[in-house]
């Protein structure tokens, strides 16, 4: 029983450890640009961004196609200790796009 119980808590301390989040935000990229041409340059001024605000952390982003035509879905986080900061905005903005 107690082999049973320590399985049991082991497996709830592992849940409790993953912590994912999904900020992603759609973007209509500025006039002439696809969003597979808006996501190939969000890597690097994602990090331009985030660094500029917020040195130390952990740097997490994506930019794919969005859930329409014509649309890119993204997110730039950076995880400081519990500390979690958001760009996308502001990245969205320097790029041009419009957030819908």
Known sequence: MARILNMVLLLVATLMAVVAYDDRVDFKPKSG???AEF???WPS????VARKHHAPGKLYFV???G????LA???CDMLDGTKRFQYADEVGRDLGATQV
Do not use: D, F, I, V
């Open 63 to 65: 930019c794919e196609l």
């Open 33 to 35: 640009q696809t969003p």
């Open 45 to 48: 001024k994602c990090k331009s």
């Open 73 to 75: 879905e993204a997110y």
């Open 67 to 70: 859930p329409r035509p014509g």
């Open 39 to 41: 996501c190939k340059k």
